[in-house]
């Protein structure tokens, strides 16, 4: 289940907002290792540090770490102030934070009796690198891009990782003023605000944040087993459902790759044809980039198939490979940069760009 090292810390390679990137010395030799300081404390050189080195062992995409799980011979100090929301409930690493929809917030009343985002469109997709094109196209689209004064929240799921500190991007983002906040829902945690659900997180992103726009994907670190069933992105289409209850107004951003080459995800994604074609009851506006050539045929025919139960909004999308270059993170998908994977990008600024158009 969990493979377990002792080590040393041999230096401090880098950090952000929320984690500590180190090199440590194990018995098998060195590893990078990843903390996050407000639930282990803060490592320096020549600490002694337990790991979780499970998924550094496996290989993953996502989590090539070891985690630090605690500083032995350094515990940090009790948690101070309110707060009772668990997260990662019932695991060694659960953690207690302050909810905005909690009795003891701030926000308990302003969230008590809430029940609409007022009309507020609400960007859904599958993945987390989904996140900066999303961002792209919608600033292109606005007047005065990303200072023209539009609020966007990202509303972050527990599909993958569970702490938003994990995201480098994320951190980016806030930095240079492209996200208003994070809202970390479910057993997700670490956000600007915390929330109990994704219904309440949406509700958190327009009425604690202000935000005018919310982009809703699961954390870093897509699970998916080849089955239609199987993979922790079908939390996009309850995320449809959530957005259209709450009176919003769900864009449903698709997945679409011409660099995978897996057949289940080449054109369309398996993926989003499932969450949106299955699992989202509600109806949304599917936007639909404009792509040349067979590859863009083979596209409109693929989400012609979603057309039942939604409406697909054709989008051009000219302009938008150079608001994708001007990103002001990396964009990456599963290990594809921008150009190897260009429709991805284009299919997720595509959303962005159509979900300005609804401020109008």
């Known amino acids: 289940m969990i493979r377990w090292r002792k080590g040393e810390v041999v230096r401090i390679r880098r950090e952000w907002p929320g984690a500590v990137e180190l090199d440590v010395a194990v018995p098998e030799g060195r590893c990078r290792a990843l903390a996050y ?79 609409s985002v007022d009309g507020m469109p609400v960007v859904v997709a599958d993945l987390h690198s989904a996140l900066p094109p999303i961002l792209c196209g919608l600033y292109e689209a606005v007047p005065g891009g990303a200072g023209g004064g539009v609020r966007v929240a990202y509303v972050m799921q527990d599909g993958g990782a569970l702490p938003a500190w994990f995201s480098m991007a994320c951190a980016t983002l806030r930095e240079v003023g492209w996200l208003a906040g994070v809202v970390t829902v479910g057993q997700a945690f670490g956000g600007d605000v915390e929330a109990v659900t994704t219904h309440t997180g949406l509700l958190a992103a327009r009425h604690v944040l202000e935000a005018d726009v919310a982009i809703v994907t699961q954390g870093p670190g897509n699970l998916g087993t080849g089955t239609r069933w199987g993979f922790s992105g079908v939390s996009a289409g309850e995320a449809v459902n959530a957005a259209a209850v709450l009176l919003g107004r769900p864009v449903a951003a698709l997945r679409i790759s011409e660099g995978d080459r897996r057949e289940r995800h080449l054109g369309v994604s398996h993926h989003s044809l499932t ?33 039942v139960r939604h409406e697909l909004v054709p989008v051009p999308v000219d302009g938008l490979h150079e608001a994708l270059r001007a990103s002001p993170v990396r964009l990456s998908t599963m290990g594809r940069g921008l150009e190897e994977d260009l429709a991805y990008f284009l299919a997720s600024a595509a959303a962005g760009r159509f979900a300005a158009s609804l401020l109008s």
């Open 275 to 307: 969450a949106y074609g299955r699992v989202a009851l509600a109806r949304a506006q599917v936007p639909v980039p404009m792509l040349p050539g067979e590859f863009g045929e083979r596209v409109r025919d693929q989400a012609e198939l979603l057309a």
């Open 37 to 115: 300081p407000a639930l282990v404390g803060r490592p320096e050189p020549g600490d002694e540090v337990l790991l979780n080195t499970t998924a550094l062992a496996m290989g993953l995409g996502t989590g090539g770490y070891a985690m630090v799980v605690a500083l032995p011979n350094r515990l940090p100090e009790d948690p101070q102030g309110p707060g009772h929301l668990v997260k990662a409930r019932y695991t060694p690493m659960q953690a207690t934070v302050l909810g905005a929809d909690e009795q003891d917030s701030p926000h308990h009343e302003l969230l008590r009796e809430a029940d």
